[in-house]
C-alpha cells in the first residue's frame, strides 16, 4: 500500500480537528508566550494536570515580559507538584533570553537558540503563534506518522527523524500551519493513542498503511525501556515548635526546591540519618521515632526512603554543607516551593512515630 500524498492527508486532517477539537485554554488565544508555555507544561505531563497550571501562571503573570521579571523561587513555586522540574527552569530562561532579544521570534531556527527550546517546541511556537508552516514533532505526532506510512524504523534515530518532520512540513501549508500542528498533536492524543488506537474514528483510517497491515498497535517500534533502578536512604524531621527544618537542593535533579534533610544512597538506619545530619546541616540529633517510608518513582529510578523523627541534641547549623541553603518553615504551610517528594516526606509530619532503636 502506497503512502497518501501530503495533501489528501490535509485535506481530511483539518475538517476532522474543527470538528472534534478539545476546547484548551492555549487554544483560546495562542499568543508565541502561552504556547511556550503550554508546550513545556506538557511534556510528559497530561493534560488535565496542565489546564489549573497553565491558568494559574497565566493569571500571575500574563505576559512574557511579566514572567521574565519573576524570581527563581516564584515560579519554582508555581511549579510545585507539576514535575520535571527543568522545564521550570528552562521557561524562565527562555522568557528572559526572548525578552532581552524583543520577543519570541519567528524563525525556527532563532527559537531554538533560546535556552531549554528544541526543535518540537520551536516548531509549534512558529507555527501555532506565528503561522510559519513548521513542523512539531512530539511523542504523539511521531505515533501518528510512523502509522499513517507504515514506518517500522526506530523513530528515535537521526535519519528516521529528519523523514518524519519532513513528512509533518509537507502536511502543513501556509495559512494553517497551526491547524495543522494542533490537528496532528489532537489525533495523537485522542484517536491514534499508543495502545487501543481508534481507527473507526481516525480521519485517516483508509489511507492508514499501518492499519491495512493490521499492525497500528505495534507502531512505532521503541527500543524497550530499561526498568528503573532500586534506591534507598533516610529523611529526617527535624520540628520546633511548628516549623521544620528545610534544605535547598542544588542545581540538578530538583536543584532550587526544598526539602526535608535526606540522603540517598545511604542505608536505611537511625544511624544514617544521624551522619546524614551531621554532614549536611552540621546539626547532631536523636532519633526519637519512625515515621514510615516514602516511596518516589523518577523516570530513571525509584526512590525508597526510611523517614525519622529527630530531635537536635548539638552542634551549629551551618550552611557549608551540599545544600544551597537551610531554613525553617511552618510544618503545615512552608511557603517554600517543595517537589512532590518533599510534600510526602512533611506528610509523614502528621503521623505518631513508632519505636526505633537507637543504635540501629
Not at 517510608?293 to 554543607?321: M, W, Y
Request: aromatic content about 4%; hydrophobic content about 45%; proline content about 8%.
Amino acid at each position: 500500500m502506497d503512502t497518501a500524498p501530503p495533501e489528501l492527508l490535509r485535506e481530511r486532517l483539518l475538517p476532522w480537528y474543527r470538528a472534534v477539537a478539545r476546547d484548551l485554554p492555549w487554544r483560546r488565544r495562542p499568543t508565541p508566550y502561552q504556547v511556550l508555555l503550554s508546550e513545556l507544561m506538557l511534556q510528559q505531563t497530561r493534560v488535565e494536570t496542565v489546564i489549573p497550571y497553565f491558568e494559574r501562571f497565566v493569571a500571575r503573570w500574563p505576559t512574557l515580559e511579566a514572567l521574565a521579571a519573576a524570581s527563581d523561587e516564584e515560579v519554582l513555586g508555581a511549579w510545585a507538584g507539576l514535575g520535571y522540574y527543568r522545564r521550570a527552569r528552562s521557561l524562565l530562561a527562555a522568557a528572559r533570553a526572548a525578552r532581552d532579544r524583543g520577543g519570541l521570534p519567528r524563525d525556527p531556527d532563532a527559537l531554538r537558540r533560546l535556552p531549554g527550546v528544541g526543535p518540537y517546541t520551536a516548531g509549534a511556537i512558529a507555527s501555532i503563534a506565528h503561522g510559519v508552516p513548521a513542523a512539531a514533532v512530539d511523542g504523539n505526532v511521531e505515533r501518528v506518522l510512523c502509522r499513517v506510512d507504515g514506518v517500522h524504523d526506530d523513530p528515535r534515530r537521526a535519519a528516521a527523524r529528519r523523514a518524519l518532520t519532513a513528512r509533518a512540513e509537507a502536511i502543513t501549508a501556509p495559512g494553517v500551519a497551526g491547524e495543522v500542528t494542533q490537528a496532528l498533536m489532537e489525533l495523537g492524543a485522542t484517536v491514534c493513542t499508543p495502545r487501543r488506537p481508534r481507527c473507526d474514528r481516525c480521519p485517516w483510517s483508509d489511507a492508514c498503511v499501518a492499519r491495512a497491515a493490521g499492525e497500528a498497535e505495534q507502531l512505532p517500534r521503541l527500543p524497550a525501556r530499561k526498568a528503573p533502578r532500586a534506591e534507598e536512604g533516610v529523611a529526617g524531621l527535624l520540628v520546633d515548635e511548628g516549623r521544620v527544618l528545610l534544605g535547598q537542593r542544588p542545581p540538578g535533579l530538583l536543584g532550587g526546591l526544598w526539602e526535608p534533610v535526606l540522603g540517598q544512597g545511604v542505608p536505611r538506619t537511625a544511624a544514617a540519618i544521624r551522619d546524614v545530619f551531621a554532614a549536611r546541616t552540621g546539626l547532631t540529633v536523636e532519633v526519637t521515632g519512625a515515621l514510615g517510608e516514602v516511596r518516589h518513582v523518577f523516570t530513571h529510578r525509584v526512590l525508597t526512603l526510611d523517614v525519622h523523627a529527630v530531635r537536635r541534641v548539638g552542634g551549629r547549623l551551618r550552611g557549608d554543607g551540599s545544600y544551597e541553603a537551610l531554613a525553617w518553615a511552618d510544618l503545615e504551610a512552608p511557603g517554600l516551593p517543595l517537589s512532590v517528594l518533599a510534600r510526602k516526606l512533611l506528610a509523614c509530619g502528621a503521623r505518631s512515630p513508632s519505636p526505633v532503636a537507637a543504635d540501629r
